[in-house]
């Protein structure tokens, strides 16, 4: 059976990197059957946190990354990796050197590493040297646990960062020193930032979490990264379901993949398009107090002219609250540009016709047409206006169907609102 795992060190928070290694990993398990372990390798006591453990269980959570098996903690192993040194010194493959446990590298002959990503990788025996296995301390070296805990927890996959493809040549001589059997190994190229450098919080590597706050959806975002180093075809949007069907280590691609902020973005909002009504409209009403009571159909109707419009789903609960609130807000910018004394005699006549028309999106357009024609202006020098006083700011679908949104009543009074709010700041 295939067992894959995810073994971050709890020395900071999880981040894009770490997610699409975990999200890897874990697909190839589902897609397989298999199992996903997650194991803390918290060897480093100094720089190991609580903290940052907990935050990067609360990001594979809130990414649905489930995991099986009980957690591993390597600090809890610290006796089991003591006896595996005493092991390869009883046999001669390791020694003691100023209080440290040094292994006795074998020099004879290069190292392959078969690699499903890079292929077969050779390592000269020049750069192995007898490295360390357990530290002074007491502690194990990262080379030393990763083996042991990969052999013991019966791990068929090693999939991480490219940044460890060189460490892999110790490990399959420890390997071969323990005669356990070489699992398979994926190295994950880099991900890079768009400026080609390594990924940093700069560009975008901050908190998983923080994608979380910022309205982006679990989904999207793992779609985003599985397509960040990987394909099938030229298909852009998963769901988890065709991620987990389609995922295979063929389509993984070998160059490191830029992180592009507009491109998950996209990617959110294709999935926000996607989302069925019912739940969009359960996910707004479980967001928004304003929805709350808004009757379905005003919520459908809103979703229908503001979704396409919108990236994520925070955007949508922010139109949402601003167009449905009880008291508008204007955009201080966008009112000081457009609500100006020349419009407010178009603005009355708005408001009049507005009052004596059918409430329906057509009736609404000839009237503000009309007005237009009367006093000889453009539509666009009363469309702003119009829409700032009915939602506070520029951004909205068309005016007719913004104000269908509202009632008759409240978009009036929003106008009229609007002209004592114009007349006042002249005076
Ligand atoms: N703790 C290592 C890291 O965070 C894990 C590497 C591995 O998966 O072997 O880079």
Request: net charge negative.
């Amino acid at each position: 059976m295939v067992k894959t795992r995810f073994a971050p060190s709890p020395s900071g928070y999880l981040h894009i990197g770490g997610v699409r290694t975990a999200l890897y990993a874990w697909l190839f398990a589902r897609n397989q059957g298999g199992k996903f372990l997650l194991r803390i390798e918290d060897t480093d006591v100094e720089r190991s946190t609580e903290e940052s453990k907990l935050s990067i269980l609360e990001g594979l959570k809130w990414l649905g990354l489930n995991h099986d098996e009980e957690i591993i903690h390597q600090s809890e192993r610290f006796e089991i990796y003591k006896e595996k040194a005493n092991e390869l010194i009883a046999d001669g493959k390791a020694y003691e050197s100023e209080g440290a446990i040094r292994f006795k590298s074998d020099r004879s002959s290069n190292v392959i590493i078969s690699d499903h990503v890079f292929g077969d990788v050779e390592v000269n025996v020049d750069e192995l040297d007898d490295f360390i296995i357990m530290r002074s301390n007491g502690a194990p070296t990262y080379h030393f646990a990763v083996v042991i805990d990969d052999h013991e927890s019966g791990i068929t996959h090693v999939m991480r960062g490219d940044d460890h493809l060189k460490n892999t040549a110790r490990h399959i001589q420890l390997m071969e020193a323990f005669n356990y059997p070489i699992p398979d190994f994926v190295h994950l190229p880099m991900i890079l930032g768009p400026d080609g450098s390594r990924l940093s919080k700069r560009h975008g590597a901050m908190n998983v979490i923080h994608y979380r706050d910022e309205g982006f959806s679990p989904e999207a975002l793992l779609n985003y990264l599985v397509r960040l180093g990987w394909s099938k075809g030229d298909q852009e949007i998963f769901s988890i379901e065709e991620m987990i069907d389609g995922f295979d280590l063929s389509g993984i691609n070998k160059s490191s993949a830029k992180f592009d902020l507009e491109k998950l973005q996209w990617v959110n909002q294709q999935h926000l398009l996607n989302t069925n009504d019912d739940q969009l409209r359960q996910m707004i009403k479980d967001q928004s107090e304003i929805a709350k009571d808004l009757s379905d159909e005003a919520i459908k109707n809103f979703m229908d002219a503001y979704k396409n419009r919108s990236e994520k789903i925070s955007d949508l609960i922010s139109s949402c609250d601003q167009l449905f609130s009880k008291d508008i807000n204007y955009d201080e910018a966008a009112a000081k540009k457009f609500m100006t004394t020349d419009i407010l005699s178009p603005l009355k006549d708005i408001a009049a016709s507005l009052k004596a028309c059918d409430w329906n999106q057509e009736s609404i357009s000839i009237a503000i047409k009309s007005v237009c024609e009367k006093h000889e202006i453009g539509f666009g020098k009363i469309g702003q206006p119009i829409r700032i006083a009915v939602t506070g700011g520029t951004q909205s679908p068309s005016i007719d169907q913004t104000l269908i949104l509202l009632d008759q009543e409240t978009v009036i009074d929003r106008i009229e609102t609007a002209i004592a709010y114009i007349k006042e700041k002249s005076d």
